[in-house]
């Protein structure tokens, strides 16, 4: 095993199992990245877990983008969330947020007494999840794929999206936990590099690593005790693997008056001035890191005739 990068702290990595046709990325996230993002917002124990994975998921694809801009995990639906969204901006920003019902999140709760709810049953049967793809150049149109959330976990949505999308043979695990500290996660992913004149048939060592990482336990990938590297030589050792350098996560929300102005500005006047406070402001909290905006409403309308 081969370090490259810092794997403590909240960061994102790639790696290579050394002469194998796979390629892979690890995530490991806390006190700098997700546990002020699920703090924050204070939802309960078990949302505040599928969130986590979100953002981690996130993290684990968006630090292979090559291109400036951002990537959200996005899932809806009509059960008791009715929209999350994780999202990584290349910078290394993560923010996340969900919106649900109470009420209906509470009946869930007594349905499964306290047990882990499945996907169908968070986002019902409307359920879709989707990777959304946004550069930072204005004449690059968003990309967006999308997968009926019908699999128990986010991990297993996400595998299919990869192998309907993309069309490339993924496996994904993610892990959220609460410790004393604060909340922990880790994500890791292995995809099949298809074969070639050179690489011949990758059949065989690409299920090779699948049963190696079948391995993989939600208490190793959260473990921040556990070195990522240590993680992979348990993992691959009889295959080998090398940990490129990282990309440092962190909190960090891409929320901007500028960029809250020009959203305004492509709203009706009409329903702009029905939402104007007394003091002649538009009063405005980030959804995602709570930041408040107080924006004058002649900066975002016109004239009143």
């Known amino acids: 095993m081969t370090q490259k990068a810092h794997d403590t702290g909240d960061f994102a990595a790639s790696f290579q199992i050394e002469g194998r046709p796979v390629r892979g990325r690890a995530v490991r996230m806390g006190a700098g990245s997700v546990s002020p993002i699920l703090a924050r917002h204070d939802y309960p124990p078990h949302l505040a877990q599928i969130l986590g994975e979100a953002v981690t998921l996130a993290a684990l694809v968006g630090t292979s983008l090559k291109f400036e801009g951002r990537i959200l995990v996005q899932a809806e639906g009509d059960g008791p969330i009715s929209l999350m969204v994780g999202e990584y901006a290349s910078h290394g920003g993560v923010r996340g947020y969900a919106r649900y019902d109470k009420d209906a999140w509470a009946n869930l709760e007594r349905v499964n007494k306290g047990g882990a709810p499945h996907m169908p049953q968070l986002f019902g049967r409307s359920g879709r999840l989707g990777l959304i793809l946004i550069q930072d150049n204005p004449d690059v149109q968003p990309y967006q794929g999308i997968v009926p959330l019908t699999k128990a976990t986010l991990s297993q949505c996400a595998e299919d999206y990869f192998a309907m999308s993309e069309q490339v043979p993924s496996r994904i695990r993610l892990a ?77 929300c891409t929320c901007n008056e500028e960029r809250l102005v020009a959203t305004l500005r492509q709203m009706p006047d009409e329903s702009l001035r029905e939402l104007v406070e007394p003091d002649g402001n538009l009063s405005i909290d980030c959804q995602f890191c709570a930041r408040h905006y107080s924006v004058g409403i002649g900066e975002v309308t016109g004239p009143v005739n």
């Open 176 to 252: 959220v936990e609460k410790t004393e500290s604060g909340w922990v996660s880790g994500g890791m992913m292995v995809q099949r590099i298809a074969g070639d004149d050179t690489r011949g048939d990758t059949d065989e060592p690409w299920h090779e690593a699948e049963a190696l990482f079948a391995t993989l336990t939600p208490q190793e990938l959260a473990d921040r005790a556990l070195p990522m590297t240590e993680l992979l030589y348990r993992l691959f050792n009889e295959q080998g693997a090398v940990l490129e350098t990282g990309t440092a996560v962190k909190d960090k």
